[in-house]
């Protein structure tokens, strides 16, 4: 046997390559090979972990963090996934216990139920086109299972929200979104098609009048479109299907970001208290009609 070494494309250590797993894949070929040292191969980090590796160029000045849930999946898609620089973790929300659990693949392959694969802080868009390719291929080959309860949530920031941003956003919360929440009520069926799910009271709720994104009320967190982190806008709604479909998801949400931006957040400073509340029904309104004109072409 040879004595060749390899490098685990998650922690980076070398080992005689025979002591790792090696995960190639028939349809892709034995170049594809890669490996997982024993330990990355099989151990998730805790529910919540951060993945703080930042990738990417500047390209349009936003960051985006993906949390990518699945009910199952194969060491060839942990190790493709790891390539894209993901962390897998324990989904607190699919597996209470937080305990691992082992079951075979539907195509035989050692697979970790209930994971959730963590995105780097990616620097633009660029990068996740190819990924997505590969996930949809990966799924589409019985390397990656997900059920209803699996989102693939999208945090999106400029600079960490780091001028207040946020605390703006939670201010006129609900004129914000209410608008935008109603073209999507009003059409559950592109809805489903175009974000990947539809609202539920677990994972990715409507908001009401009362959603107020206030830290201390736990529970606002699990309306689909999250503000109450600091540092970015999260949305929840968004379930992979393809990779085309969750590109189109990604690059409207980012245009609803930049949009906020744009006309509400960069001129909340400058204008008087009682006209916020008036920009930010006028910014709501944008969104809408951008959602509707979407709709209307699908
Ligand atoms: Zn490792």
Redesign the pocket.
């Given at each position: 046997m040879s004595r060749k070494n390899a490098k685990?494309?998650?922690?980076?250590?070398i080992m005689v390559a025979a002591s790792m797993v090696a995960t190639g894949c028939a349809n892709r070929g034995v170049n594809k090979r890669s490996f997982?040292?024993?330990?990355?191969?099989k151990t998730n980090e805790r529910y919540g972990a951060r993945n703080n590796k930042e990738v990417g160029g500047v390209e349009n000045g936003l960051r985006y963090g993906i949390e990518f849930e699945s009910t199952a999946s194969t060491e060839y898609f942990r190790n493709m996934m790891f390539r894209y620089d993901y962390i897998a973790t324990h989904d607190g929300s699919l597996n209470s216990t937080g305990e691992r659990r082992y079951t075979v693949g539907r195509n035989g392959w050692y697979t970790e139920s209930s994971c959730e694969y963590v995105s780097a802080t990616n620097k633009g868009l660029k990068r996740f086109a190819k990924q997505f390719l590969e996930i949809e291929k990966c799924h589409n080959e019985g390397h990656v299972e997900w059920d209803d309860s699996c989102g693939t949530h999208c945090h999106i920031s400029i600079n960490n929200m780091e001028n207040g941003e946020m605390s703006m956003i939670r201010a006129y919360y609900n004129s914000l979104f209410m608008p935008l929440q109603a073209v999507m009520t009003a059409n559950p069926v592109k809805t489903e098609e175009f974000f990947g799910r539809y609202f539920s009271y677990s994972f990715a709720r409507e908001i009401t009048e009362n959603t107020r994104m206030r830290e201390e009320d736990h529970d606002d967190r699990y309306a689909w479109i999250n503000a109450v982190h600091n540092s970015n806008i999260e949305f929840r709604l968004n379930k992979f299907r393809t990779a085309d479909q969750m590109l189109t998801c990604i690059k409207f949400e980012t245009w609803v970001v930049k949009t906020i931006l744009n006309n509400f957040t960069s001129k909340y400073n400058s204008i008087p208290r009682t006209e916020r509340k008036q920009l930010a029904v006028k910014t709501a309104n944008k969104l809408a009609k951008k959602l509707e004109s979407i709709y209307a072409e699908m």
């Open positions: 685990c494309t998650r922690c980076g250590v997982m040292c024993p330990e990355c191969a």
